[in-house]
T-cell receptor, first 109, second 113 residues
């Protein structure tokens, strides 16, 4: 069974608007959750992670993510999207070393 | 630092041919990984090496072999390529531990005809 799900293949937002990219997980025990970004023809780059502690974690480029244990979710957020945020985003869980299928974010001017 | 390097960048094989994908990292990381990326499926772990001298299967190991040559290098071998192995292959490395992020190479785009 898939342990990481990204329910949206594509997310479109206007520049300056807030963005959310969703991720849910299923794992026994405490999760090790990560977000990565992939720009065209590049490898993945780390954005942020949740291991323990505060449910709201802050990462690179103004991104943050909220860990919700009861909803088994780890959604990626940014208060004000930039055109340069357009990329492919992956959620990952490291107990099972599984990645989600990815969400393509498009930010329009 | 170059980070994680992969060779080649592109490769076209005929069914049944063999090849080895090379990966090297200069960050003194203990752990190294091989993934394949297919549209709509995200990244799937093929093999990993938690530390020098050890290798373990991931989610999709069939048709592949790996060698951890030393701490820096981790190669992936396709003994008899099949069209189903057409994919983009990524190597990654990290310090030892599941709470630590991975650093990815630029990828190898492999086509098997």
């Amino acid at each position: 069974a898939q342990s990481v799900a990204q329910p949206e293949d594509q997310v479109n937002v206007a520049e300056g608007n807030p963005l959310t990219v969703k991720c849910t997980y299923s794992v026994s025990g405490n999760p090790y959750l990560f977000w990565y970004v992939q720009y065209p023809n590049r490898g993945l780059q780390f954005l942020l992670k949740y291991i323990t502690g505060d449910n709201l974690v802050k990462g690179s480029y103004g991104f943050e993510a909220e860990f919700n244990k009861s909803q088994t979710s780890f959604h990626l957020k940014k208060p004000s999207a930039l055109v340069s945020d357009s990329a492919l985003y992956f959620c990952a869980e490291y107990n099972d070393m599984r990645f989600g299928a990815g969400t393509r974010l498009t930010v329009k001017p | 630092n170059a980070g994680v390097t992969q060779t080649p960048k592109f490769q076209v094989l005929k069914t049944g041919q063999s090849m080895t994908l090379q990966c090297a990292q200069d960050m003194n990381h203990n752990s190294m990984y091989w993934y394949r990326q297919d549209p709509g499926m995200g990244l799937r772990l093929i093999y990993y090496s938690a530390s020098e001298g050890t290798t373990d299967k991931g989610e999709v190991p069939n048709g592949y072999n790996v060698s951890r040559l030393n701490k820096r290098e981790f190669s992936l071998r396709l003994e008899s390529a099949a069209p189903s192995q057409t994919s983009v292959y990524f190597c990654a490395s990290s310090p030892y531990g599941r709470d630590l992020e991975q650093y990815f190479g630029p990828g190898t785009r492999l086509t098997v005809t």
